[in-house]
């Protein structure tokens, strides 16, 4: 009797595992460094992520005042990178000389391999040593739009110092 038993709950157990589809978790956990980052200095920006790494392209880094110095992050085991494929994107980059020193948002956005924004279910912000400092997911709607699926783009800001 105790043999059946632990062949069903193996099985059990096997199709709860196996057969039941998990939803995706999404993190992201973004860095620059050195904090705070010097003018004409050299800094590294990296941005991990996890989820279906497979749906991602690449991370940019957009300054929220001045676009045009938008940084893109890559996997790839270059540019700074040191592993491919790990999820952990990386860029490196130099203040130009003119900038003003002061805080600074960035905004770091995960695309995926068509070049859009990535649109996810919900995902998790971490800080520099891991710990959740924010929960995204779509807002609850009412009535018709409540029974379609919805999801929110795959972004989050950080605040840098420039000296």
Do not use: H, N
Not at 67 to 94: A, H, I, S, Y
Not at 107 to 124: I, R, S
Not at 126 to 154: H, I, Q, R, S, W
């Amino acid at each position: 009797m105790l043999l059946r038993f632990s062949q069903a709950g193996a099985l059990l157990v096997a199709v709860m595992a196996f057969g039941c589809e998990q939803p995706v978790k999404w993190s992201i956990q973004q860095k620059i460094d050195p904090d705070p980052v010097k003018i004409g200095k050299k800094f590294v920006a990296t941005c991990k992520v996890t989820g279906d790494l497979e749906q991602v392209g690449w991370v940019s880094a957009v300054p929220i005042v001045a676009p045009e110095f938008t940084m893109e992050l890559k996997d790839e085991g270059t540019e700074g990178d040191e592993k491919k494929g790990d999820g952990v994107f990386t860029t490196t980059g130099t203040p130009p000389a003119e900038a003003e020193p002061g805080l600074y948002e960035i905004e770091f956005v995960v695309y995926d391999k068509d070049g859009d924004p990535l649109q996810v279910p919900a995902f998790t912000v971490l800080d520099k040593d891991g710990k959740v400092t924010k929960e995204e997911a779509p807002k609850e709607e009412e009535g018709e739009a409540a029974k379609e699926p919805k999801t929110v783009e795959f972004s989050s800001i950080i605040t840098v110092t420039l000296e």
